[in-house]
């Protein structure tokens, strides 16, 4: 396979429902998209980047610029066997891991259309159905957080994740086990706390939770380790898990005790599939993270949480929950029972929608020759 021709887009969609976290609020996604041309087949991606550095350094403008001046040199032309043969060609590159997963998940894609095969089955992926749950934002009042939570449970999600942040931590979590005694419940914090707030997380132990997800610094394994020392509860790291290398680190020290994989932060398919295999082997918990993605990364999510691994329910949910208008036809559905029943034909199973994409592009670029 040869990539001749490389496209990436800008397009914007606004959500539902703002989403905010302990680093701010989002109303609008600026999403990156890529599509790849090799040899009469088509592939498209969708980079993870945010519009700001908060989650990571990665934006959606940093990306643009490491695609079109970095990876697509690298990529034009030149001949692979399996996608995986891109995780190699990147391994030089420091950081960028969703700049680089936006151009590789794209070539899984195609590898999967040209074959006709399903993704997940070319990715290794076993399960049928994928469990679902959702992750609630910081809202306006505590009302307006245990509605949203009423809701999400009358559709049948079966984990719910709050975010929480100083001053919207405890007392909420306290009202949420009140109200709902006996859900599945998570709390996830983006790094919003230090070790100087041992004593308050330590207290999260009363809620009975699944995991407290990413309590500290974006970057830290090293305090996680002794925090997950004195908790009962479970930690799971996001954010500093962004390789095998460093997820092998972490488990190693006991950092954490669940991994929230997700595929752009680690650079995509084939450092995912590492990472997945490693804590398999380690018999760490893994389950797909989401980054408000529209509808080509969510088929992506949903093609990775077929692993085996992945047995915890994940933030992949249904795209009505996001977008008016999803940029795939049919949108990701869940069921009353909270499953994505998993598309059984070549490709994802989700079609972008060219026309309404090309609709709501606000710039494009093309590379090739
Ligand atoms: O930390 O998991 C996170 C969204 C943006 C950035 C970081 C995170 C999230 C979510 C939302 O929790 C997951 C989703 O519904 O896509
Ligand atoms: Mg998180």
Redesign the pocket.
């Given at each position: 396979m040869k990539i001749e021709k490389l496209e990436i887009r800008e397009i914007t969609l606004p959500l539902v429902h703002f989403?905010e976290?302990s680093?701010g609020r989002?109303e609008r996604r600026r999403i990156l998209l890529t599509k790849v041309f090799c040899d009469g087949a088509v592939g498209y991606g969708e980079c993870t980047a945010?519009e700001r550095p908060l989650?990571s350094h990665e934006t959606i403008d940093t990306a643009w610029i490491v695609i079109r001046e970095v990876l697509v040199p690298m990529v034009l032309n030149r001949v692979w066997d399996s996608p995986s043969d891109l995780n190699q060609w990147f391994c030089p590159i420091r950081g960028h891991q969703m700049a680089r997963a936006a151009i590789e998940n794209a070539c899984w894609d195609l590898t999967a259309r040209a074959k006709n095969i399903p993704l997940h089955q070319l990715l290794g992926g076993t399960r049928k159905t994928i469990p679902c749950g959702?992750?609630i934002?910081i809202q306006n009042s505590p009302e307006q957080l245990l509605d949203k939570i009423t809701t999400e449970l009358s559709a049948g999600y079966r984990r719910i994740?709050i975010?929480i942040k100083p001053g919207w931590d405890y007392d909420i979590v306290r009202q949420v086990r009140k109200r709902f005694p006996d859900i599945s419940l998570s709390v996830?914090a983006?790094s919003a706390y230090t070790l100087a707030d041992i004593d308050l997380l330590k207290r999260f132990d009363d809620f009975n939770l699944i995991m407290i997800?990413?309590p500290l610094s974006y970057d830290d394994i090293v305090d996680h380790a002794q925090l997950q020392r004195v908790l009962r509860t479970a930690i799971c790291l996001?954010?500093p898990i962004t390789s095998v290398d460093n997820a092998r680190k972490a488990i190693e020290m006991k950092s954490g005790r669940i991994i929230?994989l997700?595929l752009g932060r680690v650079g995509g398919f084939s450092e995912a599939i590492k990472i997945h295999d490693y804590a398999l082997e380690h018999k760490i918990p893994v389950w797909c993270?989401?980054?408000?993605?529209a509808g080509i990364g969510r088929s992506h999510n949903i093609a990775m949480s077929t692993l085996p691994g992945f047995c915890l329910p994940g933030?992949?949910?249904a795209s009505q929950?996001?977008f008016h208008e999803d940029i795939i036809d049919p949108p990701v559905t869940v069921d009353r029972d909270g499953f994505i029943d998993v598309p059984q034909i070549g490709g994802t199973g989700y079609e972008p929608k060219e026309e309404y994409i090309e609709k709501i592009t606000v710039r494009r670029e093309v590379f090739s020759g």
């Amino acid at each position: 396979m040869k990539i001749e021709k490389l496209e990436i887009r800008e397009i914007t969609l606004p959500l539902v429902h703002f989403f905010e976290t302990s680093f701010g609020r989002t109303e609008r996604r600026r999403i990156l998209l890529t599509k790849v041309f090799c040899d009469g087949a088509v592939g498209y991606g969708e980079c993870t980047a945010g519009e700001r550095p908060l989650f990571s350094h990665e934006t959606i403008d940093t990306a643009w610029i490491v695609i079109r001046e970095v990876l697509v040199p690298m990529v034009l032309n030149r001949v692979w066997d399996s996608p995986s043969d891109l995780n190699q060609w990147f391994c030089p590159i420091r950081g960028h891991q969703m700049a680089r997963a936006a151009i590789e998940n794209a070539c899984w894609d195609l590898t999967a259309r040209a074959k006709n095969i399903p993704l997940h089955q070319l990715l290794g992926g076993t399960r049928k159905t994928i469990p679902c749950g959702v992750s609630i934002g910081i809202q306006n009042s505590p009302e307006q957080l245990l509605d949203k939570i009423t809701t999400e449970l009358s559709a049948g999600y079966r984990r719910i994740k709050i975010k929480i942040k100083p001053g919207w931590d405890y007392d909420i979590v306290r009202q949420v086990r009140k109200r709902f005694p006996d859900i599945s419940l998570s709390v996830d914090a983006n790094s919003a706390y230090t070790l100087a707030d041992i004593d308050l997380l330590k207290r999260f132990d009363d809620f009975n939770l699944i995991m407290i997800e990413q309590p500290l610094s974006y970057d830290d394994i090293v305090d996680h380790a002794q925090l997950q020392r004195v908790l009962r509860t479970a930690i799971c790291l996001d954010e500093p898990i962004t390789s095998v290398d460093n997820a092998r680190k972490a488990i190693e020290m006991k950092s954490g005790r669940i991994i929230n994989l997700k595929l752009g932060r680690v650079g995509g398919f084939s450092e995912a599939i590492k990472i997945h295999d490693y804590a398999l082997e380690h018999k760490i918990p893994v389950w797909c993270g989401g980054m408000l993605e529209a509808g080509i990364g969510r088929s992506h999510n949903i093609a990775m949480s077929t692993l085996p691994g992945f047995c915890l329910p994940g933030d992949v949910s249904a795209s009505q929950r996001y977008f008016h208008e999803d940029i795939i036809d049919p949108p990701v559905t869940v069921d009353r029972d909270g499953f994505i029943d998993v598309p059984q034909i070549g490709g994802t199973g989700y079609e972008p929608k060219e026309e309404y994409i090309e609709k709501i592009t606000v710039r494009r670029e093309v590379f090739s020759g």
